[in-house]
């Protein structure tokens, strides 16, 4: 579980990034991010977090409010 906080915290650094907490489970991290297009969610969720050490796996859904 150590790991899975680590990976979340580094996460949450990332600009764009409003929380990461770490599960038990699937997913292990939930993440919420805010941005304001699909572009910039595309480079944050590829670009940053993918690549983010520990980092296995991602799927990416879409809240619009």
């Known amino acids: ?10 996460i ?4 764009g990034v ?3 907490n770490a599960f038990w489970g699937v ?3 939930f993440v919420v991010v805010e941005v304001a297009t699909a572009d ?3 480079r944050l969720a590829i670009n940053k977090i993918q690549t983010v050490e520990g980092a296995e796996r ?3 859904r ?3 409010g």
């Open 58 to 60: 991602a799927e990416t």
């Open 1 to 10: 579980m150590d790991k899975v906080r680590d990976v979340a915290q580094k």
């Open 40 to 42: 910039e969610l595309n």
């Open 27 to 29: 997913p292990e991290i």
């Open 12 to 15: 949450t650094s990332l600009a």
């Open 18 to 20: 409003k929380m990461a």
């Open 62 to 64: 879409i809240a619009l």
